[in-house]
Nanobody, 124 residues
Framework: QVQLIESGGGLVQAGGSLRLSCAAS????????MAWFRRASGKDREFVSA????????YYADFVNGRFAISRDNAKNMVTLQMISLKPEDTGVYFC?????????????????WGQGTQVTVSA
């Protein structure tokens, strides 16, 4: 069974930075496409960023606007999301997800495995 465990969330002031990590176990991580989604209170889950199995292609939601960077280390079964210039509207629970097709998809329906999430709170 694939397990995804997120870490790195926390409370930060607007303009600050956070680095989220997702550790994977129990599966063939190096073949999975990986992504980050988030859910703000009272809102639907939304796509943040994705990366293909090889790391050769990365994708971002429009609201990221160059502030976030996704990367992966297949040797360590880890994917990270570096976030800078955080805004209060970035507040939410951030989820790591994996798809066995290896794609960098923005559609949550393409992802078979999900982590429990890590809370990111950005104060004004």
């Amino acid at each position: 069974q694939v397990q995804l465990i997120e870490s790195g969330g926390g409370l930060v002031q607007a303009g600050g930075s956070l680095r989220l990590s997702c550790a994977a176990s129990g599966g063939a991580f190096s073949t999975y496409g990986m992504a980050w989604f988030r859910r703000a209170s009272g809102k639907d889950r939304e796509f943040v960023s994705a990366i293909t199995w090889s790391g050769s292609h990365a994708y971002y939601a429009d609201f990221v606007n160059g502030r976030f960077a996704i990367s992966r280390d297949n040797a360590k079964n880890m994917v990270t999301l570096q976030m800078i210039s955080l805004k209060p509207e970035d507040t939410g629970v951030y989820f790591c997800a994996a798809n066995v097709a290896g794609r960098g998809s923005s559609d949550p329906a393409d992802y078979q495995y999900w982590g429990q999430g890590t809370q990111v709170t950005v104060s004004a």
